[in-house]
């Protein structure tokens, strides 16, 4: 489940200090230590997964939980109703930097159009 070399990892067991907001069975949240927006969080599955591409149909169910929390936390953060952007950059070219899958949720402000 955990890689011993992965920071979120090391987040998700707690083995490294960070704002975490919300925890359950299978997933965890936490405030990204450098915001790019008034809300910043990022949501991951405590599953070490490396990216989209390891998404097959057997975490359909976690994938579809993890949206739920999604769906929580921006009420909770008062952005459901504004709106907000859940971004999962993927790869090199995708501009990913931490080698375990997460979902960057960013609200609080108009974010820019443009995407890419
Ligand atoms: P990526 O570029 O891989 O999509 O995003 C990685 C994100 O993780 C970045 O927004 C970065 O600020 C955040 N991040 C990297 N290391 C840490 C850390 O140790 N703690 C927290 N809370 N966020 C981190
Ligand atoms: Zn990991």
């Known amino acids: 489940m955990y890689n011993d070399d992965c920071i979120f990892c ?17 997933v965890v949240a936490f405030k990204d230590i450098q915001p790019l927006a008034p809300v910043h969080l990022l949501v991951i599955p405590k ?30 953060f008062g952005v459901a109703e504004t709106g907000y952007r859940v971004v999962t950059n993927t790869g090199a070219d995708g501009g990913q930097v931490v080698g375990h899958i997460h979902f960057h949720l960013l609200g609080g402000q108009a974010l820019e159009a443009k995407i890419g």
């Open 10 to 26: 090391k987040i998700a067991q707690r083995k490294i200090p960070s704002d975490i907001i919300y925890e359950d069975d299978q």
């Open 47 to 76: 599953n070490h997964l490396s990216s989209v591409n390891e998404v097959t149909s057997e975490y359909e169910g976690l994938i579809g939980h993890l949206f739920g929390v999604i769906r929580r936390l921006a009420q909770e």
